[in-house]
């Protein structure tokens, strides 16, 4: 077996992980790759097509393994002045470089490295960008490629595009030789290790260090690797530190069944949500709640965006990973008696619906509460930087925002505590606990990255006029669930002090 850079890389996170990957096949299933993961692959994929416009002369290998070495070593020979995908083998180690380019001065070969992040990302952390270019290094000089300097080619945060895409104002090339140079000492002795330990036939015994972890750093095999501790544990338990997680694991304590607040030290948050897990009874503050719904003030609006964030911006106004705001839903209640209204934006087209979006919004909203989950989303990513693009909507977007109720703040305040929340406040884990007989499951798209891959596709060359009705009408049911649940939400709080 070759290792190639995202093998290593993925071995330096954790190895016991990578070795589940290669060698147990069958757990294929388990392990595939989130939509966010994918969508995240093909803007990487993106990225690097738009970088291969820095060098106009370029070439690509487009073959694989051996035949890959081959042509790579032709291109070479005939002083190519850049290669894309050059491909070298050795000591049991690929690497297939993002760009090589023949420098005439030096009469050697420089390796650009493509990434698809708004920064160097040069933490000193062993998995960064440096550790990425060190791998390539250490196998291209065992492969005795004569190399020059190194360099990383990585998107400009500040760019804002204006007109035609500027494509040497939307790459920062950085030299990163000498750093490269030096973790190439500390990688080697490791990319050994990584050689013995992935070509290993059986198991490795143990290795699954997450146990410390909490859950959201832990990979889709921690089930797999640790098949005694519960689905949910004490490392769902809401923000602890790790220091107390360690101690619970130490004495073997998985179950919160056995966990002792006080013993163990627990918050009053997170000490609520134990105890709602162990009593199996939900914890409700009626006057709180009723508290918190007197500010908002009719008529009500449950809103939600749904929205693209593409690593190349595509249209003037976007710098890199700026959210397109195409779709919104929303739910009116004019008043408590009054029949629930329901109106949605879904902008059809490749073009900005910035401008469509506010001037819509000007049309429905006209004073009262906007109720939305998650504000930060709605208020920051979106509205403010649509005011930013377009100042003539400033003055609304600033009435609409400060118009804002968060209905999750209630769950983040632990007014309503429910087992079945599992210490969670997405709406995801709300709604099916508050409002049963309302789901995801029936919806094609069920998440928000499905929703914004989706629309991509739906206003992209690809895809024909029957597609792009039937992603529309996905996406419209999507959106428009988001909002209603929301109103179901609320109206099971308000329900509450009845
Ligand atoms: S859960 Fe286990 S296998 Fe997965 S990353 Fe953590 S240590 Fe590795």
């Known amino acids: 077996m070759l290792i190639s850079k995202t093998i290593f890389q993925h071995l330096l996170h954790c190895p016991k992980d990578i070795w589940l990957k290669i060698h147990k096949p069958e757990l294929k299933g388990q392990f595939e790759m989130s939509e966010f993961e994918l969508h995240l692959l093909e803007q990487g994929n993106e990225v690097e097509s738009y970088a291969r416009n820095l060098f106009p002369d370029g070439i690509e290998v487009s073959t694989t393994g051996e035949h890959a070495v081959e042509d790579t070593t032709r291109l070479m020979a005939e002083k190519m002045p850049t290669i894309f995908q050059a491909t070298f083998i050795a000591d049991g180690f690929i690497v297939r470089n993002d760009i090589?380019?023949?420098?005439?001065?030096?009469?050697?070969?420089?390796?650009?490295?493509?990434?698809?992040?708004?920064?160097?990302?040069?933490?000193?952390?062993?998995?960064?960008?440096?550790?990425?270019?060190?791998?390539?290094?250490?196998?291209?000089?065992?492969?005795?490629?004569?190399?020059?300097?190194?360099?990383?080619?990585?998107?400009?945060?500040?760019?804002?595009?204006?007109?035609?895409?500027?494509?040497?104002?939307?790459?920062?090339?950085?030299?990163?030789?000498?750093?490269a140079q030096k973790r190439v000492e500390v990688l080697e002795p490791k990319?050994?290790?990584?050689?013995?330990?992935?070509?290993?036939?059986?198991?490795?015994?143990g290795g699954c260090e997450c146990v410390y972890k909490t859950r959201r750093n832990h990979c889709s095999s921690f089930g797999y690797s640790n098949s005694h501790i519960p689905d949910y544990s004490v490392h769902d338990i809401s923000r602890i530190h790790?220091?107390?997680?360690?101690?619970?694991?130490?004495?073997?304590?998985?179950?919160?069944d056995e966990v002792e607040p006080e013993l163990h030290e627990l918050s009053e948050k997170q000490a609520n949500q134990v105890v709602a897990h162990q009593t199996q009874r939900p914890v409700i503050d009626e006057s709180a709640i009723a508290v918190e719904l007197e500010d908002l003030k009719f008529p009500l609006y449950f809103f939600d965006y749904e929205a693209y964030a593409p690593a190349i911006p595509a249209f003037n106004g976007y710098g890199p990973y700026k959210f397109i705001p195409f779709q919104f839903s929303v739910h009116i209640l004019r008043s408590p008696d009054a029949e629930l209204e329901h109106i949605e934006f879904l902008h059809g087209e490749f073009?900005?619906?910035?401008?469509?979006?506010?001037?819509?919004?000007?049309?429905?909203?006209?004073?009262?509460?906007?109720?939305?989950?998650?504000?930060?989303?709605?208020?920051?990513?979106?509205?403010?930087?649509?005011?930013?693009?377009?100042?003539?909507?400033?003055?609304?977007?600033?009435?609409?925002?400060?118009?804002?109720?968060?209905?999750?703040?209630?769950?983040?305040?632990?007014?309503y505590i429910h087992p079945h929340f599992k210490g969670r406040t997405s709406i995801k884990k709300i709604l099916p606990v508050l409002a049963p007989e309302l789901s995801y499951a029936d919806l094609e798209i069920s998440d928000g990255g499905q929703a914004s891959n989706e629309w991509w596709r739906m206003v992209g060359p690809m895809s024909s006029t029957a597609e792009k009705a039937e992603i529309a009408q996905n996406l419209r049911k999507y959106c428009g669930r988001d909002t209603y649940a929301m109103y179901a939400i609320w109206q099971h709080l308000v329900q509450l002090k009845k």
């Open 100 to 179: 090589l380019k023949f420098n005439k001065e030096s009469g050697l070969w420089d390796l650009y490295e493509v990434k698809g992040t708004n920064s160097m990302k040069l933490d000193q952390k062993e998995r960064d960008h440096v550790t990425d270019v060190a791998f390539q290094v250490s196998v291209m000089r065992r492969a005795r490629v004569p190399l020059g300097r190194c360099f990383l080619v990585h998107l400009n945060k500040e760019y804002v595009r204006a007109g035609d895409l500027d494509i040497h104002a939307l790459f920062q090339i950085t030299d990163i030789t000498e750093e």
């Open 191 to 205: 990319m050994d290790a990584a050689k013995e330990y992935l070509n290993r036939e059986t198991e490795p015994q």
């Open 242 to 256: 790790s220091t107390k997680l360690e101690r619970l694991v130490e004495q073997n304590i998985f179950s919160l």
């Open 351 to 415: 073009s900005d619906p910035s401008d469509a979006v506010a001037e819509k919004l000007k049309e429905i909203y006209n004073g009262g509460t906007v109720v939305v989950w998650h504000e930060t989303f709605e208020k920051k990513f979106i509205n403010e930087n649509i005011a930013q693009r377009l100042p003539q909507h400033a003055e609304f977007i600033g009435r609409f925002n400060a118009a804002v109720f968060d209905l999750e703040k209630l769950f983040l305040a632990q007014h």
